[in-house]
């Protein structure tokens, strides 16, 4: 199976890549580098071992979309590719549903044209919304509007595959909400690289501990959970990148429409995740206690019983491990792939 992995020079998607391979998968890569760069697929080349093709594209441009699927015979499109700020896409929403929407359009008109049928989607567990029980499951209903633009766009792109699973006869879409990815592939040669000051906790922690930025911002220590810290399910990229590999097993079985959560089905806290990075790399990280953050919910974790049943699929990778990997490739890396 000739697979096409958009986005695959990004933090995700280079690790699906290694395990794609792995399993004896054709990859095919694109990316635009808004959000990464050559280095990144060079890395992942090597550690594939083989010299798979890349192709620099926008794909909110269709002529060029098209055009790679006249060049190369894609029988399935894993769609990493996307804007992906939280905080950014409130600023610049129009930009955000404008790649987000026309990447996933283009796509899906190119595939048509070409009789593709098969799309593996990156959505996430923002799609469930602030009042859904948790743990989140799939027959959970998705929220009527996201927390953010961000959020949206993976709303409605769920909602366009939904629709063209029913229109186009023979369309699988494999709908994989991650939970929080974290870690780095064990060779610390790859990872999450974002560019300016993080917004996501982890690699805020690891450029901490790297001496890049100087102390931790714990936001809000008042909420209604163990240490006052709020909870997430982080998943280890290298689990998630499997999690991918299982749902090409699923689209082999036609499967139409299958939605499913990817994350382990435990919460952390964020001073848990403070220590564990801790004691990584071997020094206890400066945090001070800040103001909530807008929009942050308490608690959620993923149910991940459906996957196991499904897919046959569990994460393995703990936290310790999550945080040992990162530090691996932050202290390896201190400016990422710009070294
Ligand atoms: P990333 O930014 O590292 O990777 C996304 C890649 O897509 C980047 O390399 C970027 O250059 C590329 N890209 C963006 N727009 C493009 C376009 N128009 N054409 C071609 N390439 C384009 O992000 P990631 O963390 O690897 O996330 C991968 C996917 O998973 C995204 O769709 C993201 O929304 C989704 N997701 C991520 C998380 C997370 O916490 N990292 C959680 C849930 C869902
Ligand atoms: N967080 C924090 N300090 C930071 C970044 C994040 O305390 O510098 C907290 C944030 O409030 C949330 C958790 O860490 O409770 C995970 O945040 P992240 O942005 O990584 O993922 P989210 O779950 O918001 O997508």
């Known amino acids: 199976m000739n697979i096409l992995v958009t986005g695959g020079a990004g933090y995700i998607g280079s690790h699906t890549c290694i395990e794609l391979v792995k399993a004896g998968y054709n990859i095919i890569v694109a990316d635009n580098f808004v959000n990464s760069c050559m280095e990144a697929v060079n890395r992942t080349r090597k550690l594939c071992g083989i010299n798979f093709p890349f192709v620099e594209i926008d794909f ?12 190369y015979n ?35 008109l190119a595939m048509k044209k070409h009789n593709v049928k098969n799309f593996i989607f990156s959505s996430s567990a923002t799609v469930y919304g602030a009042d859904a029980p948790i743990p989140y499951n799939e027959s959970t209903p998705v929220s009527r509007c996201a927390s953010s633009p961000y959020g949206n766009t993976k709303l409605m792109i769920e909602y366009i595959l939904k629709d063209a699973v029913k229109a186009i006869p023979g369309f699988n879409a494999v709908l994989l909400r991650y939970f929080n990815p974290v870690g780095a592939h064990e060779s610390g040669e790859i990872g999450e690289d974002p560019t300016g000051i993080p917004n996501n906790l982890m690699p805020y922690v690891a450029k901490v501990a790297v001496g890049k930025l100087d102390m931790i911002h714990i936001f809000g220590n008042d909420y209604d959970t163990p240490d006052g810290t709020c ?4 998943i280890h990229v290298v689990d998630l990148a499997k999690g991918h590999v299982a ?25 848990e995740m403070v220590k564990a990075f801790s004691k990584s790399c071997g020094k206890e ?32 990778k703990g936290i310790q491990e999550m945080c040992d990997d990162v530090w691996h490739w932050q202290s390896k890396n201190p400016n990422g792939y710009s070294n």
């Open 60 to 71: 909110t441009d269709y002529e060029a979309t098209d055009q790679l699927f006249d060049k």
């Open 74 to 108: 894609i029988d399935t499109v894993m769609h990493f590719a996307g804007l992906k700020a939280v905080g950014e896409s409130c600023k610049i929403p129009v930009e955000y549903y404008k790649n987000n929407l026309d990447s996933a359009l283009s796509l899906l």
């Open 231 to 234: 909870l997430r399910d982080y």
């Open 247 to 271: 749902a090409i097993n699923k689209i082999k079985e036609d499967c139409g429409l299958f939605v499913c959560n990817l994350g382990t089905g435990k919460g952390t806290s964020v001073l």
């Open 285 to 316: 990280l400066p945090y001070e206690f800040a103001a909530r953050r807008t929009g942050d919910l308490p608690a959620f974790w993923a149910d991940p019983s459906y996957a196991k049943e499904q897919l046959g699929w569990v994460a393995k």
